[in-house]
């Protein structure tokens, strides 16, 4: 009878094994089918452009230069499929190093366009932090952040990112004067299905979903990398008719000081 309990006890946690893996396994298909339809609405939208160009029969050079963000965009999301395929099959590493947030910032920037159309209000404060990350991944989080923002920001709307720093970590947040989000769509923002509040009333957070998972699915895989990465966190707070702030955690990285001994060095020798 023992031996009867101890085999059907193996064989549950068996089971559960097999369970874990195919729900990660689901989770990460799910994912690479986002990074796919992400882009679809970029081509949506460049086809829009181009009707209208053909529709007022001459050259409106901020519809072409718009055409041409997509474009980049488009692009930025195939790099960043193509990597998470290359990752999945063992061939690609985080590549780590120390680089300064404004040259993201400064690319991030060139998609104002985009937001202009929509009547929004793009602000990119400057800062002179540097971080420690993957620099594909992390201009990956800062455009699909704003992007999302963007979506879901009305006409004469507002999004602002800028970064914070601390002692240890730097923050980069995205801030919106979007909806908001109540209580139950923030827990409730991964979970990929509407949410029905008590009223009956449809909260559907569709839109938000497999792009931030992926940015929080790589602040996770940080976190899992090295100690240096315990600093890192994704978060999101927001408030109904106020809108939401996204913000996640990057360790500080070291300032290249090449320039810093050179003015040292012509000081010493008195040039």
Not at 134 to 151: Q, W
Not at 241 to 255: D, E, I, M, T
């Amino acid at each position: 009878q023992m031996e009867k309990s101890d085999e059907i006890c193996e064989m549950i946690e068996i089971e559960k094994l097999h369970l874990t893996q195919n729900r990660r396994r689901n989770l990460e298909q799910r994912a690479k089918l986002s990074l796919v339809t992400s882009i679809t609405p970029f081509i949506d939208r460049m086809l829009h452009e181009v009707r209208m160009l053909r529709k007022v029969g001459d050259t409106n050079n901020e519809r072409i230069e718009y055409i041409a963000e997509l474009t980049d965009q488009i692009n930025k999301y195939n790099e960043v499929l193509t990597d998470w395929i290359r990752l999945r099959q063992g061939q690609l590493n985080l590549h780590i190093e120390s680089f300064a947030l404004q040259s993201l910032f400064d690319i991030v920037a060139k998609s104002k366009m985009g937001f202009q159309l929509k009547g929004i209000s793009l602000d990119i404060q400057k800062t002179d932090l540097t971080v420690k990350a993957d620099k594909t991944l992390t201009l990956f989080m800062i455009n699909t952040m704003a992007d999302n923002a963007r979506k879901f920001t009305p006409e004469d709307g507002h999004v602002e990112i800028y970064a914070i720093r601390h002692d240890t970590y730097a923050e980069i947040s995205i801030c919106d004067t979007g909806p908001g989000m109540s209580d139950t769509q923030l827990k409730h923002l991964f979970d990929h299905k509407p949410i029905v509040d008590t009223s009956g009333a449809v909260q559907d957070g569709k839109g938000h979903g497999f792009g931030l998972m992926n940015c929080k699915g790589i602040i996770e895989k940080y976190r899992k990398t090295n100690s240096l990465f315990a600093v890192c966190r994704f978060d999101i707070q927001s408030t109904p008719g106020k809108g939401s702030r996204f913000s996640f955690r990057l360790p500080k990285g070291a300032r290249r000081m090449v320039g810093l001994l050179w003015i040292g060095l012509c000081l010493l020798l008195g040039v």
